[in-house]
């Protein structure tokens, strides 16, 4: 591209990713602007990762409040939707501006527009036609839904943020993170919840003992789990409830429900970007196939976070962002190892998980040792709630190195996180047994494993 650019990196989408690879780009001294069409901050922080936290946080309380009873204490509580709404949309009001301000501070034009491409050096946002050295595809990803009859009744996770009332009983389609997740707020907040998931277990993809745990726990708590389960159509009835059609283990069935959300997976932003025209390689699903620096078939058009067909994980796409920048304009050419890296599930209770599962590890290794224990957390003596927590490791039984960790039970993602420097760094178990434990915890479990 000539000297005539009018930047030298252009994004397109204001999520975690562009906004990473914008500020660190501004900071090597390119000049940048960044087109959002929604809100600064993309899926993580305006619907998504943030709100659904904070969600989660409040769904504690109730069982955080019935659990006090066993140490002694009583309270009488009662719970109020628009005011945790209300207070959610203050905080996700607070981050966006916050993320405007450092793109500003970082000297980043921020274009509140969509943006189209014309060809790999040419944009076209805001009515004007921009030319750039290099294009950043940072669109992220959008949830999608089934084409069956009465599809257009239900909802999904970016609905269920702005519900304007909870409803009574709620099925949720899907088996994966963000459909676990939900029902355990919803069930949290006093809906009635039942998950339906066509998979033989949920969590595809995590450890098989960890998602079978998962599941006994969820049960447990009285969230219906429905197996082997396909919805066939949704239908609204004159009291505006649901009736819905499913194959049920092979047997058909109707069930009413108030609401129907959908969880079954997202598909990438790359519909009318003028991708293809620019000559962008997508795969399949319409992701930008990108090689280890984030470089699309089109040497000067990149792509980072959901819209690639990597790790759809926020951390990830901010690591991409700051690697493509250092890159282009840092004078070191970065690619993102994408091993090892860690995943929580902010279920009830949540999951945190690194590295091979033991399936995975059973396949790829020769030799393979697993450590695991099950049992109920100190709390739950007294508050006696009958939870219980799963730890287990997955070792390399050829040289001893952790290459898995695995838990369910309360702080999981806190302690897997940590844990997951060890299984980046390769130490061995007999390393994990020579660390004195913190005790009483639930992690000290880690280091006083013995073989399963």
């Not at 940048?32 to 993580?44: D, S, W, Y």
């Not at 049992?375 to 070792?395: A, D, I, M, N, Q």
Request: proline share 4%; glycine share 10%; hydrophobic share 45%.
């Amino acid at each position: 591209m000539s000297d005539t650019a009018d930047y030298d990196l252009f994004v397109i989408g204001a999520g975690s990713g562009g906004v990473r690879a914008a500020r660190v780009a501004a900071g090597l001294g390119a000049r940048v602007a960044i087109a959002e069409e929604h809100r600064a901050g993309g899926t993580c922080v305006i619907r998504g990762c943030i709100p659904k936290k904070l969600l989660v946080y409040a769904a504690h309380f109730r069982e955080e409040i019935e659990d006090a009873r066993g140490f002694g204490w009583t309270a009488e509580a009662s719970f109020d939707w628009p005011a945790l709404r209300a207070a959610k949309d203050r905080e996700i009001a607070r981050l966006e501006a916050v993320y405007r301000r450092l793109l500003h501070e970082a000297g980043v034009e921020f274009i509140a527009s969509r943006a189209t491409v014309r060809d790999a050096g040419t944009i076209e946002v805001a009515g004007r036609t921009i030319r750039t050295r290099h294009l950043l595809i940072a669109t992220g990803a959008r949830p999608v839904r089934p084409q069956i009859p009465g599809i257009e009744h239900t909802i999904t996770s970016e609905e269920a943020f702005q519900l304007d009332v909870l409803p009574g009983r709620i099925l949720v389609v899907g088996g994966g993170y963000v459909a676990l997740e939900f029902a355990g707020i919803f069930h949290g907040l006093g809906v009635a919840v039942e998950v339906a998931h066509r998979g033989p277990r949920v969590l595809r993809g995590f450890d098989e003992e960890i998602a079978e745990h998962l599941q006994v726990q969820l049960r447990a708590k009285g969230i219906g789990l429905r197996l082997h389960c396909s919805v066939l159509s949704i239908t609204r009835r004159a009291d505006g409830r649901l009736a819905v059609d499913m194959l049920d283990d092979e047997v058909q069935s109707t069930h009413e429900y108030d609401a129907v959300m959908y969880a079954t997976g997202r598909q990438p932003n790359t519909r009318s970007l003028g991708l293809e025209a620019a000559g962008v390689r997508l795969d399949a699903h319409g992701a930008i196939e990108v090689d280890d620096y984030s470089r699309s078939s089109v040497p000067q058009v990149h792509a980072v976070g959901d819209v690639t067909a990597r790790i759809a994980l926020t951390p990830v796409a901010i690591r991409e962002g700051a690697a493509l920048a250092t890159t282009l304009f840092g004078g070191r050419p970065t690619a993102v190892d994408h091993r090892d890296v860690p995943h929580a599930v902010f279920a009830q209770p949540p999951v945190g998980s690194v590295g091979l599962g033991e399936t995975e590890a059973r396949a790829t290794l020769p030799v393979v040792e697993v450590y695991r224990a099950s049992f109920k957390p100190l709390k739950h003596t007294l508050s006696g709630r009958e939870e219980r927590t799963l730890v287990k490791l997955v070792v390399d039984g050829s040289n001893g190195r952790v290459v898995g960790v695995h838990m369910v039970g309360a702080d999981a993602p806190e302690i897997v996180q940590g844990l997951a420097i060890a299984v980046k760094a390769g130490l061995t178990k007999a390393q994990f047994d020579e660390t004195v434990a913190l005790h009483p915890t639930a992690a000290e479990e880690f280091v006083t494993l013995r073989k399963a």
